[in-house]
């Protein structure tokens, strides 16, 4: 269990990382939802102080004195136990509270939480659970804030930049080669006694068969080779709903490419720039994951194979997609209450990704976090690492 | 023909009159669209802004640097005709162009305009005609403003108000009494030499049976008569396409209305207040006043019946919904190119209201006068006046 | 008023035809309900029986036994105040009651009326008056059964024919011309004691100007020339709406046009046929009737122009689009009860068919006759008359 | 691998067990398709044998001629690759080909294959293994047929009945006793050489955790318990997006169960019948089993779990919905072309359904057999078996 110190300091950094993120933004840009997965900046700002307001204040410090009637109601998230809330598609539609109300609220929670961490109280377990929860929380939420930018700015005819320095292409310097792993019993699952999310848990024995992975994410060049040998037209490498979703959607390429007169281009924090070819590909979705693997004559990795053999490969730069459906380990218990609403309420139509990204939060990822998401979304910064 | 110089008072005090409407706003409202009817306040202020570039500024000056190449993309509105544009569901995914951005683009361009006006340039009779239709296009576009501006205060959970002093609820302080009309053969249409729309033109004869028109509208009083004595659940006063409005959106209740533990109360500029009853019912549609018509066992007026009857009441606080639906009077001839776009294709599936309201610019109505909208739609300050 | 034994020969021939048309189906294609628009014939069958059955001899024969409870429910088609019913789109999910019970069920109900005629009863007024609609009622679905045959087999990728004989394309063998009418002061409306809806009533003065119309209706020829000349790609000839319309559902022709290696072909009752040039156009929507004429320099009449010209030229073989919007007369009165609903409840966003087609019943059209349908529907023999 | 003998014998049971089905349907029952997951009974007879026409005649018998251009428009179903078809949601609005013309085709293939298997032509392996595909596949259809013309009948306002004897609710005359398997490595997937699909080949190890299973599947008496406990309500017994379909579908029990003054009732081949608490339930979706073993603290078993323990206890009335989401097995490989398509590209977004049901065909089900579905659906006869 963490203690208060370290909880306090993590606590800080967190809330101050947050608004570190939002400092290049307009306030325009805090507003606007171009689609429904997309939050307003406003609202990750809003509603990862509502979880400290409604879970640990409300609860803990019995002088705390509401900010507004009103937060609960437009910053609760998917806690459908908790009361009423903005439905999701309208987070977009609200111009109030304003930004500066948001940035006022979000002081006067963190005031009031290091109020509470500088009392004398001893924390119960309970409470620092809980916190500690709130922080990993908002730190998710930081990884969302900026997938969200990006996909405000990309998605505006003027195509803006977000700020000079953030590189999402990190180029991988070692050459391909393939990682042998041995049949055998295995165990899965966090174990440490460090922080985890209940889905981790349940440390548990699998059986895996002998396979090979990648020390390598697929690159850009691989990528395009599959566009140009007309992989999007070729139905017979996708799933059924991947071909609804392509030809829908009329996909072509991935999220954020364009096709400009000089050739592919690609929108990044930094603007409209030229494809590096070296750079491993993100932005893209399940069914293009398993359709590329599938060209290839090789497939995704499950979430199995992936932890046995991660301490081989570098990883972190991309959210890679695996073939596993996201679902409960054996001797999964949910959490009881509104936070047992967090994680074990997804576990249907939603595939596992492992990994990290260049948007995650510091301290945000390990070797056993299970991300999910579902099949057809592309604006996290995924990748794909191939399996045979 | 207007004149040189009383275009120049006319475009001086219109774009004033805009930014005075805008004043009360925090930069979020200026940016978001709840419903594809409103548009966010920045789009108005840009899109009067661009018909003057487009259509003026362009052709007549040649000293014309244009301010930015985004402006035709982000701010034609509906002009098919004159390129590609932002669909306009998607108005209120956009954070950029910022609205200081756009501020800076309406006083270029009204800088630009009032050079050409003082510029030794004798202006051509289509230049002053074009001029002058910008200039009432932005008026009408400021009661679309404060339309839109109410849309998004009163549809936000906040319910915020405004400002302390428009009033949207005249009391009617006379006695309500009938007026006849004879039958016979009356002329229709725009007459004077002064500015109208092309919708208006083509003065003709119309045979009127004898009928009799309130001087008076509908008050919330009245209204609320309606609604207790269950208008809204009794499917024979209703059209079909209106019957299914009604169920499909479970609506009973005029817009902006709220049903509280005080009583019906609504949403004003000034936030939610007590409902007048002696005020004249505003923020219904066509289905309603229709619906409400039948149950009195009268009707709406035509819109003729109406033009020639206006001379014998007060009128301009509501939009009068007639029973006329919207087409060309004979001869009409739409104006060629992008102009021509303007009015002549909305000519179908809508309504004419006639009169004006609280939220008209001034010198933006006349008796001549012919708005129109689709059945459905209340978000305009709407109204009732009966006829037998 | 209708003689008893007028009504008993009018009843006796309607009810025949309906089964006649009905002779060539398959079983099978009295089912299906491809498009909401659309009825399965066996539908129809049932509907029309049902009218008699509800609204003559629940009421008027004492003796009479509902052959099943079930009738009202299924059959019952827009009569909200009538109790519950099948939404419209789940007609064609519906395999029972069989055909063959829905020919018992019209037996019965046919036999059951014509007890009721050849009984001593003196049938009154409201009797004759209900059975005259009740009539006339199916005669208006006989010509729904036609075009929602065509629009099943039509739509079939088999293309069947339907019989050998009937045409759908009589030649106009006359020279085109226009007819001048002056301007002045006329009357619009039914006037004779013979059947009429009630939407005819109300005899009224309209004032006209002076116009023009053709005598002739516009040919296959002349539209294939607008398709020529670009007239589905030219925005600047349709309404806003018409333009959606055209550019969502891809239209580049009239309905049951095929493109083939022949030629323009379209399907007739007959099967796949080649287009006659000289034919009357038909199958178009208002949106084509109006950007063809906005083409030709043209306008479509008013329904009063059409109504006052037309005894001098001839007509029916196409329902003809006008340019006014389906609305009461002045001094219109809804019928009391479910009967009222038969047209009043219609009149908001429909537009006015003038004339008849040949798939109009026999007696089922005259001078004054209003047909309505939404603007963008083009499966009844719709076709154009060009004024100016 | 089959003999040409069994294959013989396997095929001509197949021919004839479809139309045995299909034989107490009216000719209107085969045509329609009250929603998208129903197929039309005529369709399900013409795609089968469509199915043996295209894979196996077109190929191996030179002599054989299309019985007609149009079938693999109108029934090929799913085979992207082998050209266009009629899209899904329109084969309910097909009335031709006619029903008897389906059965011409039907015995006009079957002949033909008589033919080929009288020959004396030795059949290769590929030969037997597509026409042992092919009676699988019709098999798969025959349970489709069963389930779909519940649906068709069930949903039909008249609810009539199907036949006298079928029998959906065989009691379970057994105690409820758990049965416990010991954790370890166990083996999994097809192993003898008899036909299976090729999923569930790739037989491989898999570790299991201790774990516990009912011998009994959930009767209707339990699942009564859950509603009345207000089962439906309880938001935190959900998926979210289990909960979503609730609430918009407004789901408050299984499938086909009517609250009628005389209690739940629910429609069988038999008609409208009281429920019978201790058959097993049915017609639930995986959402619902899943909220019912949450609300009874426990869980559904993996399909692993489910394959090692079946044969310690008794299954075949129920498809029982596990937990495992539809992957491919690990070194499973998608057959070339065409069949390719079977299995392999609907292995996202589903769930494993382990055991069989009364409406599954004879021979068509073991215990390796993995079905699938999407977790809403319910028109199945699915049922639920909990572990701990």
């Not at 570190?20 to 997965?37: F, K, M, S, T």
């Not at 806690?79 to 009423?84: L, Q």
């Not at 929860?133 to 405000?152: A, P, R, S, V, W």
């Not at 967090?342 to 492992?354: C, D, P, S």
Request: charged share 20%; glycine share 6%; net charge negative.
């Amino acid at each position: 269990m963490i203690s208060k110190e370290h909880l306090f300091e993590l606590f800080t950094e967190t809330r101050v990382a947050t608004e570190i993120i939002c400092a290049p933004l307009e306030i325009e840009d805090y507003v606007v939802q171009p689609v429904v997965d997309v939050s307003p900046p406003k609202w990750h700002l809003g509603h990862t102080t509502w979880f400290f307001e409604e879970f640990v204040l409300k609860k803990y410090d019995s002088n705390y004195q509401l900010f507004d009637d009103h937060c609960a109601f437009v910053f609760n998230s998917y806690y459908e136990s908790v009361g009423e809330k903005v439905v999701r598609t309208d987070r977009g539609n609200l111009s109030r509270p304003t930004v500066a109300w948001v940035y006022e609220y979000r002081t006067c929670v963190t005031k009031a939480m290091q109020g509470l961490f500088l009392g004398s109280q001893n924390f119960s377990e309970e409470l620092l659970q809980v916190i500690e929860i709130g922080c990993h929380h908002e730190k998710q939420h930081q990884e969302l804030l900026l997938t969200d930018i990006k996909y405000i700015l990309g998605n505006n005819p003027l195509l803006p930049a977000y700020n000079d320095d953030f590189q999402e292409y990190p180029v991988q310097e070692f050459e391909q080669e393939w990682i042998t792993v041995p049949e055998g019993v295995y165990e899965i699952g966090h174990s440490s006694t460090s922080f985890c999310y209940d889905n981790e848990l349940g440390r548990h024995k699998t059986y895996l068969n002998k396979f090979e992975i990648s020390n390598k994410l697929v690159t850009n060049a691989e990528y395009l080779e599959f566009m140009e040998a007309g992989g999007y037209q070729d139905v017979l490498l996708w799933h059924a709903e991947g071909w609804d979703w392509v030809t829908s959607n009329k996909i072509n390429s991935p999220s954020y490419w364009h096709k400009t007169k000089k050739g592919w281009q690609y929108y990044t924090f930094q603007g409209l720039k030229k494809i590096t070819p070296e750079a491993p590909l993100t932005h893209i979705s399940y069914y293009e994951a398993f359709a590329f693997a599938q060209w290839k004559g090789m497939r995704l990795p499950s979430e199995f194979e992936w932890e046995i053999a991660q301490q081989q490969f570098e990883w972190g730069s991309r959210w890679e997609w695996t073939e596993s459906a996201y679902s409960p380990y054996p001797n999964y218990k949910k959490a009881d209450g509104a936070l047992g609403e967090y994680n074990g309420k997804f576990m249907v139509n939603q595939k596992v990704l492992r990994g990290g990204s260049v948007a995650t939060s510091t301290k945000h990822t390990r070797a056993t976090y299970r991300n999910f998401f579902h099949p057809n979304l592309r604006w996290q910064f995924t990748g794909i690492r191939l399996a045979k």
